[in-house]
């Protein structure tokens, strides 16, 4: 069965430091999503891409993040002058219109 | 806005016994629903989905869950557990036609033997 994939599994960033996490959507899927799970806490809606713009953003999502789909294959999300608030779980997926989301299996982000 | 409520945090209970995780959702519109079921340094696996249709629905590993319009309620089952499905469980809703799945805070199976 097709899968997300994320790299890397495990990131670990001095704070103020630019950070790109990578995800593979599934091949024939349209629509990207990024999400985060700070440790003991509910996963939370980032950011939804879809035909190379941003859909729909979250508040948390402010001018620190960006994403891109630099190709036909990579979604990247880009985090600039990290803080210690970042350190999370953070969630790739990728879905056919009004179909369920597909996650991958994320990448830890600790920052020092 | 939309809500998700899971009802207990923990649930404990013997392998071979039957299971209820409960989950009550909020939506002034209407909502498409899920189970994911996240297992030790894993992602997110899709348990089982309400899009439309009849009301019950089956997933994988033996899971169904029943979506209760008037309850505002989609709650999970299993009628005899294993050991393999200690995990976390996540109920989570999303408009249709919107793009943002809301999660609700997780249920931590634990199947004891």
């Known amino acids: 069965e097709p899968e997300v994939t994320q790299t890397p599994s495990h990131q670990v960033t001095q704070m103020g430091q630019e950070v790109i996490l990578r995800c593979v959507p599934i091949?024939?899927?349209?629509?990207f999503y990024w999400y985060r799970q700070i440790l003991g806490q509910k996963v939370e809606f980032l950011v939804s891409?879809?035909?190379?713009?941003?859909?729909?953003k979250s508040e948390i999502f402010d001018d620190q993040f960006s994403v891109e789909r630099p190709d036909g294959s990579n979604f990247t999300l880009k985090i600039r002058s990290t803080k210690l608030e970042d350190s999370a779980m953070y969630f790739c997926?990728?879905?056919?219109?009004?179909?369920?989301?597909?996650f991958g299996d994320g990448t830890r982000l600790s920052i020092l | 806005a939309q809500s998700v409520t899971q009802l207990d945090s923990q649930v404990p209970v013997f392998e071979e016994a039957p299971v209820e995780l409960r989950c009550n959702y909020s939506?002034?519109?209407?909502?498409?629903l899920f189970w994911y079921v996240q297992y030790p340094n894993q992602g997110l696996q899709l348990l089982l989905k309400?899009?439309?249709?009849?009301?019950l629905v089956k997933g994988i590993n033996g899971f169904e869950a029943e979506f209760n319009k008037s309850q505002t309620s989609f709650h999970l089952r299993k009628p005899s557990v294993h050991i393999s499905d200690t995990a976390e469980y996540f109920c989570?809703?999303?408009?249709?036609?919107?793009?943002?799945?809301?999660f609700g805070a997780g249920t931590r199976l634990f199947v004891k033997a």
């Open positions: 997926a990728s879905s056919e219109r009004d179909q369920p989301q597909h």
């Open positions: 091949s024939n899927h349209l629509y």
């Open positions: 891409f879809y035909n190379n713009e941003i859909s729909e």
């Open positions: 939506s002034s519109v209407s909502v498409y």
């Open positions: 309400y899009l439309s249709g009849s009301t």
């Open positions: 989570a809703v999303r408009v249709i036609g919107g793009f943002k799945t809301i």
